[in-house]
């Protein structure tokens, strides 16, 4: 997340798009053996959301929605061909729903309801476009068998295109199709309708799926697009490929705020997605020189992380932002580490007496970000210094995330931080995750960088950090910091 990460296409799919989506469902997703077939079709205003809910086999014993007010947007819940009701009750029961039976429910999302759920608005009408969180439509099984899987099929009226985080599968005719996948029901995930043309980007073996929603003036979508694409090749560079297959990615255009992107986050639900809420009016440089969509997508180089250890997640988010985008040209290896250093300093000054487990869970309330960010990226300049010198630069942070993504992307578990660092542990062959784990997560005291800066040749200097001439040392720094040097190295 900017400051603090929280856990589609048009109506008409083309034929070249609906190969390569097929293509890449082929190894995973359409082994379901049991398929529930959800179809939701929108009328013309974006006010009323249709569903018809068909099982596969025998009808799952309840169905739940994410959101508290799930229940108060719920308009008629029916079991098909039956006049009589259901009526939910925290969740609906499916008991008299017969083998291979359907149920259709209609949702009001009309306007937003804020009556019991505190996390937000689940329903925004922005300009001429509709921005829902699922939680608040989608009555679904809480947990999917491993051979259970749901397509949902969008029916559109004429000019409205769907937005959502979801692997896109054939069409059936000229509709969206789409698999959810069985990321946990409860991770958000949000689905847009409206006048907007859906764009992909192909960057690094990935497909991102880029919709940008209306508003008055009308963000610059050429823009919007050049932008993400600039962001997401630099994330991709670190090790030849961006992190994931597809993602959504959706920006909300709001014309507030001083600067470009005063507001943006990673949701998992469903596959990951980044959204971004703009400032449209600012200039167009201000995005590219941002540091927030490199931020954003370099959250997705791990997988969902629990919020316990958000230090985790934020960590490697602000350490890569910094990094990739020296590596990509948008500032000096000086600049870079200017800021790197800038960072620990507000992190050192930032909940003291407490632990960085005790800052991070207390981020919210107390406005200890500062601490819980940066320890984060102290750990991991920490542990990527380290390795880089115990295995002679054959190895380094980069080359540890990339053998972690080649293992460990599935969408469907949470990991703790102590998980993730034993995974890394054992990809690279090392002890270096769990040692940095142990003496920092309990500690109250920020990360002590000097043997690390002293293998970098940093030191600090009445005007800030200054660099040594020491050959070694400037070696260590370029290849940090440096794309072609770290390519050299992995030869
Ligand atoms: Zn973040």
């Known amino acids: 997340m900017r400051r603090s990460d929280s856990a589609a296409s048009g109506r008409v799919v083309s034929v070249a798009r609906v190969s390569l989506a097929m293509l890449l469902l082929a190894a995973g997703a359409a082994s379901a053996e049991r398929l529930h077939k959800y179809t939701v079709a929108i009328d013309a205003d974006l006010s009323t959301l249709n569903v018809r809910a068909c099982f596969d086999g025998a009808a799952p014993a309840t169905l739940s929605a994410e959101s508290l007010d799930a229940t108060l947007a719920l308009t ?41 759920d505190r996390t937000g608005d689940k329903i925004h009408h922005l300009g001429k476009d509709l921005l829902t969180s699922v939680g608040i439509w989608f009555w679904r099984p809480e947990k999917l068998d491993v051979d259970e899987d749901i397509d949902i099929t969008f029916v559109l009226p004429e000019g409205i295109a769907v937005s959502v985080p979801w692997a896109p599968v054939a069409p059936h005719g000229d509709r969206a199709v789409f698999r959810t996948g069985r990321s946990p029901y409860d991770w958000p995930a949000s689905v847009a309708f409206g006048r907007f043309k859906e764009r992909e980007i192909h960057v690094g073996g990935a497909r991102l799926r880029l919709a940008v929603l209306d508003a008055t003036p009308a963000a610059d979508v050429e823009k919007m697009q050049a932008w993400i694409q600039d962001s997401a090749r630099m994330v991709a560079e670190l090790y030849g490929h961006f992190p994931q297959s597809q993602a959504q990615i959706l920006v909300v255009p709001g014309a507030r705020g001083n600067e470009p992107t005063p507001w943006a986050y990673v949701v998992r639900g469903g596959s990951p997605a980044a959204h971004f809420f703009i400032n449209q009016r600012r200039p167009m440089k201000e995005f590219f020189e941002d540091w927030t969509a490199v931020h954003e997508l370099s959250h997705l180089l791990l997988p969902y992380v629990n919020s316990d250890d958000i230090w985790l997640s934020e960590g490697v988010a602000t350490y890569y932002q910094n990094v990739l985008r020296a590596r990509g040209g948008r500032m000096t290896a000086s600049e870079a580490w200017h800021r790197l250093h800038a960072g620990f300093v507000r992190g050192m000054g930032s909940a003291h007496g407490l632990t960085l487990a005790q800052a991070t869970e207390s981020m919210y309330r107390d406005d200890t970000y500062m ?65 940095i784990y142990d003496q920092h997560v309990a500690s109250k005291n920020f990360p002590d960088l000097t043997q690390t800066y002293k293998a970098l040749g940093i030191s600090i200097g009445p005007g800030g950090i200054e660099f040594s001439a020491e050959e070694r040392e400037a070696r260590l720094r370029d290849a940090v910091m440096g794309a072609a040097a770290v390519a050299s190295e992995e030869e």
């Open 76 to 116: 008629e819940f029916r079991v098909e061909r039956s006049r009589k009701s259901i009526e939910p009750s925290g969740s609906i029961s499916l008991k008299s729903v017969p083998e291979n039976g359907c149920v259709v429910y209609r949702v009001d999302v009309s306007r937003p309801i804020r009556q019991h």
């Open 371 to 435: 601490r819980v960010y940066w320890e984060g990226a102290a750990m991991l300049l920490i542990a990527d210094v380290r390795l880089r010198q115990i295995t002679a630069g054959k190895q380094s942070l980069d080359t540890a995330l990339a053998a972690l993504n080649e293992c460990c992307t599935t969408a469907d578990r949470a990991w703790s931080a102590r998980q993730l660092f034993d995974k890394l542990d054992e990809v690279t062959g090392t002890g270096i995750f769990g040692e």
